[in-house]
């Protein structure tokens, strides 16, 4: 097994077998259950209609996923330095590279981990057969580089700042504002700011691809654009994360 | 375990480090720093807190860019020096932490799978049998003291059978038998496997115990280097005594001609007495002018008082 | 478009003999009160669509109407379920007003509402003025709101909150191992 993938299995390890890491997992499907209950229970929400309900819970299960991973990054480096861990790490024969690497294998899996969690939800929002292949399919192309594009901000935070509270508190202010779109919907369209806003988040172009593909019954091959602004912010987020865990001495 | 043996060269300075420079910023955290440890050897790195010892250990493993000096790992410059060398390094750092998820053996199967080995259970349980943790080795480390923690650190470092070995107060949290038993498993690793160790600490009679050779720094600069015996004998003075005091000594009552104070350690202060007067005329003097002595030893020559005198009275 | 107003007219008029669109209720003072669909409702509306009502109040009297007020009702007549309808919920044009209405003038108002429920309605709207002189109704509107099928609770409730159930017994073998640690 390579240096990368003992750091993937250890940090997927620490969430799916520890228990902090099934308390987690507890929450994110604790909110789901909320969300479900409340669409359900209220007459404003109940009026949605099944497109409306998956699109909701597409973005809701990648808001859940982006604040995992951040929790996840923003441990990953300052984390382990604050529990005198990363020393070892960083004098094991193993590059930075590969620690990276092992790092985001981990904040991957707990991703696998959020959407498998969030399928019960789709289907009980209504998606079944190719909806929910559809939907699953969405959640991979365009939430997982959101979502990993927010661990690798918080990794590469935790790197250059000292302490995990200070790399949490910045990746959350970054991602709520990003994830904002999530509660301001169409409205924030409305002003060129707004506008100008929305080309740039990464977090809009998932919202978008998944209102064109799950309401507006788009095909997922025309989610090219949608796709290409997630990944090139997962690219930079990566280069941003690898140049602060390179730059890690002690 | 397999190891790295038929790929080392043998040097026998395992690591070297001259008039080493480092700057964090605008900080210099290091402003020249000498030190040199050989094979076998236990070198204690000492020096007041702030000094500059950690930072010159993450330097002696390329871990942070000098600014001037040179620095020779296993023979090599750190900085370039990669994997390969890394791999004969083990590190015990303070604090000393894991993934807390993990038992013991896991945690100590995973850091061998980071050095390229994949040891049986049989040499897992070898290798935590070493450190006293046989009995616990399917324990979460989660619920493991600190003493054990430590043992089990010592393992991990110890993990890949490495030249060279960084250790960063081994003993913290230990009780005496630990303690006794981590000095011994030191002491074997250094005669028995030729393993260099380099030993910060600040338990000044661990540094008696184990280590050949000190370095003190302070203020980033080495203030001394050299075997253990040659510095206290350099530095042996006829007139360095210990006092314990009941109190501090009485305000206004003005400085003793005779006595002059070198430093504090706890109720212990050591001072010099003036070489042209008996020493019972300068413990009159201090009954005269109120100090409350209650215990006189003669102190010269000792560790602490080599500690004291080079670091100015700072507190270890 | 034509048609489709027609279609909606004949849909919401009930019976279906009734009264031509716009025509008044009888009133009792100068006032009457014309209602119809608002050009555009869905013939078959469902449970989330809106729906509007267009309405028109005329003073057929010699003298003003001063201070008229006009506003909107909605009950339920499902059998058994007979009720008048709190309007929060559906609506947020619940009333109009206007200080004076003058001899033969009329006053048109838009009463646009999101179906919140399924069910059989009746919608009416009436008119007033300051001092209580003047009062009239219109016809009463029937329409009756489908169901449309969206989240399914017997969907939801398990999912909801058996996942959670589960996973929160997934901790209890690491308790009890904890526990019998010394």
């Known amino acids: 097994m390579t240096p990368a993938a003992l750091v993937a299995r250890i940090e997927a390890r620490e969430l799916l077998a520890s228990p902090r890491g099934r308390l987690w997992l507890l929450l ?98 209504g998606a079944s057969g190719a909806g929910l292949l559809r939907a699953g399919a969405l959640l991979l192309l365009l939430g997982t580089p959101v979502v990993l594009t927010f661990g690798l901000l918080a990794t590469g935070l935790g790197a250059r700042l000292r302490t995990v509270r200070a790399a949490l508190l910045a990746a959350l202010v970054v991602l709520l ?56 912010w997962f690219a930079l987020a990566l280069r941003y994360a690898l140049a602060g865990v390179r730059k890690v001495a002690r | 375990m397999t190891s790295h043996d038929a790929s080392r060269d043998v040097p026998q300075v395992l690591l070297d480090v001259h008039h080493l420079a480092l700057r964090i910023g605008e900080a210099e955290i290091l402003r020249d720093v000498s030190l040199s440890l050989r094979r076998g050897e236990v070198l204690g790195l000492l020096g007041p807190n702030g000094a500059g010892k950690t930072t010159t250990i993450a330097a002696a493993l390329g871990l942070l860019p000098r600014h001037a000096g040179t620095v020779r790992l296993l023979g090599r410059d750190p900085a370039g020096a990669g994997a390969a060398v890394r791999a004969r390094v083990g590190v015990l750092p303070d604090p000393n932490g894991f993934h807390d998820g993990l038992t013991a053996e896991e945690s100590l199967a995973f850091f061998a799978g980071l050095y390229g080995l994949a040891p049986g259970a049989a040499e897992l349980g070898r290798r935590l049998a070493q450190v006293g943790l046989e009995r616990v080795r399917a324990e979460p480390v989660s619920t493991f003291s600190r003493g054990m923690r430590q043992r089990l650190g010592l393992a991990r470092a110890m993990v890949a059978d490495p030249e060279l070995l960084v250790l960063d107060e081994p003993t913290a949290g230990l009780d005496p038998g630990g303690r006794r038993e981590m000095h011994d498993l030191l002491l074997a690793l250094a005669a028995d496997r030729s393993t260099g160790i380099l030993l910060c600490t600040h338990q000044l009679d661990e540094v008696e115990r184990l280590c050949g050779r000190v370095a003190v720094i302070v203020e980033g600069r080495t203030a001394a280097e050299g075997g253990l015996s040659e510095l206290l004998a350099a530095r042996a003075s006829p007139h360095r005594y210990r006092l314990r005091l009941a109190g501090p000594p009485p305000d206004g009552a003005g400085s003793p001609r005779h006595v002059r104070v070198a430093g504090r350690v706890g109720d212990w202060t050591a001072v010099d007495v003036d070489p042209a007067v008996p020493p019972e005329a300068a413990w009159r003097e201090l009954l005269f002018l109120g100090w409350p002595v209650v215990e006189i030893e003669r102190g010269g020559g000792g560790l602490e008082e080599l500690y004291l005198d080079l670091t100015a009275g700072g507190a270890p | 478009m034509v048609h489709l107003f027609l279609a909606a007219c004949l849909a919401f008029a009930a019976p279906p003999t009734a009264a031509a669109p716009l025509a008044p209720a009888p009133a009792a003072g100068p006032l009457s009160v014309a209602l119809v669909p608002a050009p555009g409702a869905p013939v078959r509306p469902r449970m989330g669509d809106r729906l509007s009502f267009h309405s028109v109040i005329r003073n057929g009297g010699e003298a003003p109407v001063e201070g008229l007020v006009a506003w909107v009702s909605l009950v339920r007549v499902d059998r058994g379920q007979e009720a008048p309808v709190d309007l929060e919920d559906w609506s947020a044009q619940k009333a109009v007003t206007l200080p004076s209405l003058g001899p033969g003038q009329s006053l048109e108002a838009d009463w646009p509402m999101r179906l919140i429920q399924a069910g059989d309605y009746r919608v009416v709207v009436s008119a007033a003025s300051r001092d209580g002189s003047a009062l009239a109704a219109s016809p009463l509107r029937p329409f009756t709101v489908a169901r449309r099928p969206v989240v399914e609770s017997r969907r939801v409730v398990p999912v909801a909150l058996g996942l959670p159930g589960l996973l929160a017994a997934s901790f209890l073998p690491w308790r009890r191992l904890r526990r019998r640690r010394p």
Do not use: C
């Not at chain 1, 479900?36 to 299960?61: I, K, M, N």
């Not at chain 1, 982006?66 to 300052?78: E, H």
């Not at chain 1, 094991?92 to 959020?114: E, H």
């Not at chain 1, 924030?188 to 507006?216: C, I, K, M, W, Y």
């Open chain 1, 28 to 125: 994110l499907s604790a909110a789901l259950s909320a969300f479900a209950l409340l669409l359900v229970s209220s007459t404003e929400l109940g009026l949605l209609d099944r497109a409306q309900v998956l699109y909701a819970q597409l973005g809701l299960v990648t808001a859940l996923g982006a604040l995992l991973a951040v929790v996840q990054g923003a441990d990953a480096v300052a984390g382990e330095r604050e529990r005198g861990s990363l020393l070892p790490l960083l004098v094991a024969p193993v590059s930075r590279g590969a620690i990276l690497r092992g790092k985001l294998g981990g904040q991957a899996a707990a991703w696998g981990a959020t959407a498998l969690l969030a399928l019960p939800y789709l289907w009980a929002g």
């Open chain 1, 177 to 232: 504002l990003s994830a904002s779109p999530l509660l301001l919907g169409p409205g924030l369209r409305q002003t060129a700011a707004g506008r100008a806003f929305d080309l740039v988040n990464p977090f809009s172009h998932a919202l978008n691809g998944f209102d064109e593909v799950v309401v507006d019954s788009a095909p997922l091959a025309a989610q090219v654009v949608h796709l290409g602004v997630v990944v090139a």
